[in-house]
T-cell receptor, first 117, second 112 residues
């Protein structure tokens, strides 16, 4: 079956530009997560959606980062005024239901590699 | 101090060797524990959950010590295909919310 998909797979942008990263979760998964992974580090939590609402956005580094999930399926991570420090792989994950346990296993997409020059 | 600490390695071992990875976590309220595997330039994938009673999946054994806040992964009879980064992960939250906290990862390279 189809897994989590993310587009684009690679994005190169100039410092100061605006970017949007898209995540298409597994069909029927109600929970959606965004993570950021810098080189040599583990993924770092950014934001979690349960349905259409952001249930936890405590990981967003600052107000340049924003994410939406208007219909409870596809999500878009938006970064304004990009900085070189934003360069990383942005991973999206989804789970059938939120929380922990077997039905709550998070499945990751392949990520979007963002490079800010 | 990071919430989940791992030795980044790399661990270079010959095929057939037994290798052990350790991890410590700082939040005693953490509820669930996992090992994820991540291949180069790929997404993380769940390897196994970790329980206090210990659990085994083929050549892989995971163990949790809640008192010491310590998690381990043992790989027996290493294969070339085991070469990857192994991420120690804890989950904490309440009700139906929560998030995964990842360690830095430990890199394993199995040599012929």
């Amino acid at each position: 079956g189809a897994g989590v998909s993310q587009t684009p797979s690679n994005k190169v942008t100039e410092k100061g530009k605006y970017v949007e990263l898209r995540c298409d979760p597994i069909s029927g998964h109600t929970a959606l997560y965004w993570y950021r992974q810098s080189l040599g580090q583990g993924p770092e939590f950014l934001i979690y959606f349960q349905g259409t609402g952001a249930a936890d956005d405590s990981g967003l580094p600052n107000d340049r980062f924003f994410a939406v999930r208007p219909e409870g399926s596809v999500s878009t991570l938006k970064i304004q005024r990009t900085e070189r420090g934003d360069s990383a792989v942005y991973l999206c994950a989804s789970s059938l239901v939120p929380g922990q346990g077997a039905r709550r296993e998070q499945y990751f997409g392949p990520g979007t590699r963002l490079t800010v020059t | 101090r990071k919430e989940v600490e791992q030795d980044p390695g790399p661990f270079n071992v010959p095929e057939g060797a037994t290798v052990a990875f350790n991890c410590t976590y700082s939040n005693s309220a953490s509820q669930s524990f996992f090992w994820y595997r991540q291949d180069c330039r790929k997404e993380p994938k769940l390897l196994m959950s970790v329980y206090s009673s210990g659990n085994e999946d083929g050549r892989f054994t995971a163990q949790l010590n809640r008192a010491s806040q310590y998690i381990s992964l043992l790989i027996r009879d290493s294969k070339l295909s085991d070469s990857a980064t192994y991420l120690c992960v804890v989950f904490h939250g309440s009700g139906n919310t929560g998030k995964l906290i990842f360690g830095q990862g430990t890199t394993l390279q199995v040599k012929p």
